[in-house]
């Protein structure tokens, strides 16, 4: 088969000959490459959606003799990143053999225990629920996958008699029913009454296709997909108005992203009730073409069809009960309205819960919403993480897709609730929950650090991302900030971390600095004070100008950075951490240093003051005392490395020993030092402490508080 990329318009058609040249041969090396070209277009599958098979012949390790082995998407994977070891790879006779042990539907769980028998690589991933619906099939080559266009089809009321319509029996149709080792059954018994066609639509499911070749497989899955996006997209472009018209309009991209920083620490504050989570926000168009429309409230109410959909985002959406235009300056009244709202959902979704539950479901959870959808102004998403919020976003999209589709072409129809339960509260989806990690110490808390493109502010930054909280770094120094973007983009990846330039002088600089953790995290938890200067001259040479600059940058800045904080945190009403890196300065007094060395006392009782005041709101405040971390830092840089050779009467390079050899264990200090303190005061063994301060600099006596 050989095809051209100008036949599809609907799909991305990415087979590079060359690359599959250097594949000839290795059949499994083509599945893993036929899978990330599937997994890259979302058009056609979301991240950890889908799953793809292959059967080839292999050596049993036990007998030498060849045998047919099928290797197929593992347990959790995801298409567009996978490699060899995401697979699974089982004997398929054996597989097929387990049809003589199978018991029936009320015995479904037991038979994926039984996969285990069937492994022929011991090293590879654990098999996932879908297993033998690629193994009953007698195809080489099979895909399945959730495109949008498809499922539009699939969950349409008149879906059935459009595919026989469309496809001419080539396509065929499959009612609804869980996935498992019934349905791979029926997928067989429907092939084999049905010789020569091409792939199965499931309804309310998702599509199946296949192939002699994973090159025939990936042209025989775009070109289906591109016939069922051809016609939802001609009846769609022919609707008079898309879900009923719009009845909002939406407001300006900045009065939007506005409206949403403002109101995001509220909702993640609902919508932590049970647990710790972090947020997405998003403005799509086709986002803002759902939430404004005439039919939001009747379709968003229905909830999704797709099984991969509700699992990410819940059986349905809450859709708040808001106009664009509110004001949400006076947050109490906001809350006053949103409140009540929250609390309705979770009542509906106990009944749910309640209403389908089974003897032996697993106990409830969390009841609060993923999907908070707002007219005028866009989506949010919360979970336990940045990359599952943003995915259940990227989810909920496709199922707007699909209600856009499937509308177009007939009626949306979603899976039933009972239906919809029965997956949410699989035994098996508890078991896969319950095989998670347990989270680390930081997991769904947000950390704003100033001054973070280098030195202590930096080492804490990544110490706080390691344990698994997101960062928002942030520093005046552009050049510098974009070297440590990099850094952490390398190590973390886009879903734990966003830079911003912060100047703590400039109130607008703070005020955008928190409004973008709030639009991409939902809020912010801990707020770390580490921007600092320092200025080391005789009284006699100092400045007014250096005298305002050093208060401006650490007490002033200080002051602003924790204010902006405590406003989020008080959205959230869920308590928080304040952080100031001050200095064992604040304490000891030393020639040439009155500017830096009151200034960083007063940070010192600023913090105090804060404590003090911030304790009904259950935000903690502490203070990390450091001395001499002269590790990448600009402070050591520049002017004050010399001021303060000149006033010990030392060589530059001689510093750091000077430093450590006037200690008490005579140690040097380095940046992940420090971060390991700020790490002790909010990682969980000091939840009660506020007003404290911790000196980390190797044992000054000077410095001892008491």
Not at 131 to 157: C, E, M, N, Q, Y
Request: with cysteine; net charge neutral; hydrophobic share 40%.
């Amino acid at each position: 088969m050989s095809v051209k990329k100008r036949q599809f318009k609907n799909v991305s058609y990415l087979w590079d000959e060359s690359k599959a040249r250097e594949l000839a041969g290795d059949e499994v090396g083509l599945l893993v490459y036929r899978s990330n070209l599937l997994g890259a277009d979302v058009r056609l599958t979301n991240y950890g959606g889908g799953n793809t098979s292959c059967k080839a012949a292999g050596a049993d390790p036990l007998t030498g003799h060849e045998t047919e082995v099928m290797w197929v998407k593992g347990s959790g994977g995801d298409l567009g990143t996978m490699t060899k070891s995401g697979l699974a790879a089982l004997y398929v006779e054996r597989l097929r053999d387990l049809k003589r042990v199978y018991r029936g539907l009320q015995h479904e769980d037991e038979m994926v225990e039984l996969f285990n028998h069937c492994i022929f690589d011991l090293g590879s991933k654990a098999p996932s629920i879908d297993t033998p619906l690629h193994g009953f099939l007698p195809f080489k080559h099979i895909d399945h996958l959730h495109p949008d266009a498809s499922i539009a089809i699939a969950a349409s009321r008149d879906g059935k008699k459009i595919t026989e319509q469309l496809f001419g029996g080539i396509v065929g149709w499959l009612g609804w029913q869980r996935p498992g080792f019934d349905l791979a059954l029926k997928l067989r018994q429907y092939v084999d009454e049905h010789p020569g066609i091409r792939g199965l639509i499931l309804a309310s499911h998702g599509l199946f296709t296949w192939g002699e070749t994973s090159y025939d497989c990936y042209v025989n899955t775009l070109q289906v997909i591109e016939q069922c996006a051809d016609y939802v997209n001609e009846k769609t472009r022919k609707q008079r108005a898309v879900f009923g018209g719009a009845v909002v309009r939406s407001l300006s991209k900045e009065e939007r992203r506005k409206k949403a920083a403002s109101l995001a620490p509220v909702l993640r504050g609902y919508c932590s009730s049970h647990t710790r989570m972090i947020g997405h926000f998003t403005d799509d168009e086709k986002v803002l073409e759902f939430v404004n429309s005439k039919d939001l409230g009747r379709l968003a109410k229905m909830g999704t069809s797709c099984p991969d959909h509700f699992l990410r985002t819940k059986i349905s959406p809450l859709v708040l009960d808001l106009k664009p235009g509110d004001d949400t300056s006076d947050i109490e009244a906001v809350k006053g309205k949103i409140g009540p709202q929250f609390e309705a959902y979770r009542k509906f979704y106990s009944e749910y819960y309640d209403s389908c539950k089974h003897p032996d479901s697993p106990a409830m959870r969390d009841p609060n919403p993923v999907v908070i959808l707002l007219a005028g102004v866009g989506m949010f998403t919360f979970a336990k993480d940045k990359q599952t919020a943003r995915v259940a976003a990227e989810f909920y999209i496709n199922a707007i897709n699909v209600m856009r589709g499937a509308e177009a072409i007939s009626e949306y129809v979603a899976l039933p609730r009972q239906e919809a339960f029965n997956i949410e509260y699989w035994l098996l989806e508890e078991a896969k929950l319950a095989r998670r990690p347990k989270p680390k110490a930081l997991s769904g808390r947000v950390a704003l650090v100033t001054g973070s493109a280098g030195g202590i502010g930096k080492a804490i930054a990544k110490k706080f991302a390691d344990e698994s909280a997101c960062v928002v770094i942030c520093d005046n120094d552009e050049s510098r900030l974009k070297g440590a973007e990099a850094e952490f983009q390398k190590k973390y990846g886009n879903d734990v971390f966003i830079g911003t330039k912060l100047d703590v002088m400039k109130e607008p600089d703070i005020r955008k600095a928190f409004d973008e953790a709030s639009l991409a995290f939902g809020g912010v938890d801990i707020v770390v004070n580490c921007a600092g200067l320092s200025i080391s001259k005789p009284l006699e040479e100092h400045t007014e100008k250096d005298w305002d600059l050093q208060y401006d940058v650490m007490v002033k800045g200080q002051f602003l950075v924790t204010q902006k904080g405590v406003e989020i945190m008080r959205k959230q009403d869920f308590g928080g951490d304040v952080l100031n890196i001050v200095s064992k300065n604040a304490l000891v007094s030393g020639p040439n240093n009155a500017a830096y060395g009151s200034a960083k006392a007063a940070q010192l009782h600023l913090s105090r003051l804060n404590a003090a005041e911030l304790g009904k709101d259950r935000i903690r405040v502490n203070v990390v005392n450091p001395d001499a971390v002269i590790t990448d830092s600009k402070i050591w840089s520049g002017a004050w490395a010399e001021g303060r050779t000149k006033a010990y009467g030392v060589k530059v390079e001689e510093l750091p020993a000077f430093y450590a050899k006037r200690t008490l264990l005579n140690e040097i200090i380095n940046p992940e030092d420090i971060a390991n303190a700020c790490f002790a005061f909010v990682g969980g063994l000091l939840g009660k402490s506020t007003g404290n301060v911790l000196n980390v600099d190797g044992g000054v006596t000077a410095a001892f508080l008491r």
